[in-house]
């Protein structure tokens, strides 16, 4: 079965600083996908970074990347220079092969709270 | 920009009324899914549809059930809604074969109170 595991429940982070937020997971699939979203308090999940287990490279998008350390299974979200905007739950997520189609698992969340 | 919208962002029930929830994507997606949001508990799949009139069981269906008529619309029913079915309830699209292997999009979300 996959696992996905965020321990950090809630986080703070000064703005302009940088943060990494942690995710580890299980999966016996040699293919599956890792993505961080960000649910701000309005409630919408917005995707912010995908990387494929077959990457080589770690993924960026703007001020997301992701530190990928397959070795480890752990997929951690590293935002450089918070903004107040940043403040959100945060998510990781796998997707792996299920029925008919692949699926997300998803984590608890990371309450990120950025302070001015 | 994919867009993906859900009928109601706040819904308020009695026990044991039917309850439809309503999801609608623009972008011509085969997948989509019904999640259930609770703290503490991350997002929770209910069902999914991989095509018209398709559909599986995720994790928790239990109490639940769906329709998919259309390949845009994916309808989620609670036949006789309960009061632990007090949750958010988010709707997403997929589209198959894409560069971002797997990526859903999700609608706002809607929050039922069952009372």
């Known amino acids: 079965a996959q696992k996905i595991t965020q321990t950090q429940p809630g986080m703070f982070v000064q703005e302009k600083e940088a943060v990494t937020l942690d995710c580890t997971y299980d999966?016996?699939?040699?293919?599956?996908?890792l993505f961080w979203y960000k649910q701000p308090s309005s409630g919408e999940m917005i995707f912010l970074i995908y990387?494929?287990?077959?990457?080589?490279q770690n993924a960026t998008e703007g001020r997301y990347s992701l530190n990928f350390q397959k070795a480890r299974k752990s997929a951690n979200l590293v935002i450089s220079a918070s903004q107040l905007g940043d403040s959100a739950m945060y998510f990781c997520?796998?997707?792996?092969?299920?029925?008919?189609?692949?699926?997300?698992?998803f984590g608890s969340g990371t309450q990120l709270t950025v302070l001015p | 920009d994919v867009k993906v919208t859900q009928s109601s962002r706040y819904l308020v029930k009695r026990t044991g009324e039917k309850v439809f929830l309503e999801c609608v994507q623009d972008?011509?997606?085969?997948?989509m899914f019904w999640y259930r949001q609770d703290p503490g508990l991350g997002l929770r799949l209910i069902y999914f549809?991989?095509?018209?009139?398709?559909?599986e069981k995720g994790d928790i269906p239990e109490g639940y059930s769906v329709s998919r008529e259309k390949k845009e619309r994916f309808s989620l029913i609670l036949e006789s809604a309960s009061t632990n079915q007090t949750s958010m309830y988010l709707c997403?699209?997929?589209?198959?074969?894409?560069?971002?292997?797997?990526?859903?999009?999700f609608g706002p979300g809607t929050r039922l109170t069952v009372l």
């Open positions: 997403a699209s997929r589209i198959t074969g894409s560069a971002n292997k797997d990526t859903q999009y």
């Open positions: 999966t016996s699939d040699p293919s599956y996908g």
């Open positions: 990387q494929g287990s077959y990457d080589q």
């Open positions: 997520a796998m997707s792996s092969f299920s029925g008919s189609a692949r699926q997300l698992t």
């Open positions: 972008m011509d997606h085969e997948n």
């Open positions: 549809s991989y095509d018209v009139k398709m559909k």
